[in-house]
């Protein structure tokens, strides 16, 4: 544990750790350590896996508070899918670090982000709700999350995530973020808009999900113009697609040819 960064600089004491214990989850044997931010009084979680401290490039993901998707699994969003999907490659990396953050709604609370799904149900955006509600679109500060992976002996970071503002944030605070690796859902029928305004109006990197409609804009910006878009996926599928028809029609010609030779 890093405890010599806060004791030397009580300046920037901004949070105490409060516990650690084992989390048998079903996805995983973690630690969980607790903490409270001595700002706001807000408590904090890590899921810690493997030894951390002291590593370079771990893994982390950092996840916002969302009752609704984490919980209950509602399908407006994909809170839910991501923090089982985060927590799945951690496991399978054997090190790294899940930040549970308590903002809710981008920060705006539970009670208003019920109030901006209700503004959603009569045809606003995701942010066209916050904004009608009075709020910023994102109020989330990613600073107590950057102070906890100090806290736990990170320095430099590969990030699960689709949202640069996340890795701006953690850059902010004195960690390196090294790697920006995506975090993509397939999206579901209540949760497509919602995505859709999350890569136009919050800029998150989802072009895998929307990759059929970006096909004419890449064609003429590059085939890799913004730096995290995979090639490999949709035109090896139409590689491995002509491919196949084109054997299926070698097949048939070859099975044809003794035929023409009886026939001539
Ligand atoms: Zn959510």
Not at 169 to 178: A, C, N
Not at 256 to 263: A, D, F, N, S, V
Request: proline share 3%; net charge positive.
């Amino acid at each position: 544990m890093n405890q010599s960064i806060m004791a030397n600089q009580p300046s920037l004491r901004v949070l105490e750790k409060m516990a650690v214990a084992k989390l048998p989850t079903k996805g995983g044997i973690f630690d969980i350590h607790a903490y409270r931010s001595l700002v706001d009084g807000q408590e904090h979680v890590a899921l810690v896996k493997g030894e951390v401290a002291g590593h370079a490039n771990v893994l982390v993901r950092l996840h916002s508070e969302c009752l609704t998707g984490d919980v209950f699994g509602s399908l407006r969003c994909d809170c839910g899918p991501q923090l089982m999907e985060a927590l799945r490659r951690i496991e399978e990396e054997g090190r790294g670090v899940l930040l549970y953050i308590r903002q809710e709604g981008r920060g705006i609370g539970l009670g208003n982000k019920i109030k901006a799904y209700r503004l959603q149900d009569h045809g606003l955006d995701t942010v066209e709700a916050n904004q009608r509600l009075g709020f910023k679109e994102d109020l989330r500060d990613y600073g107590i999350g950057a102070q906890i992976l100090k806290d736990l002996g990170l320095t430099t970071v590969r990030l699960l995530t689709n949202n640069p503002k996340k890795v701006w944030g953690l850059e902010g605070h004195g960690l390196t973020i090294v790697e920006q690796i995506p975090l993509t859902i397939k999206p579901n029928p209540y949760n497509y808009a919602y995505l859709k305004t999350k890569r136009e109006k919050l800029g998150h990197k989802l072009d895998e999900i929307f990759e059929t409609e970006e096909d004419s804009t890449r064609a003429k910006h590059g085939s890799n113009a913004e730096g995290f878009f995979d090639t490999k996926g949709w035109k090896g599928a139409l590689n491995n697609n002509v491919e196949q028809v084109t054997s299926h029609v070698d097949r048939r010609i070859e099975a044809i040819r003794p035929l023409r030779k009886e026939t001539q």
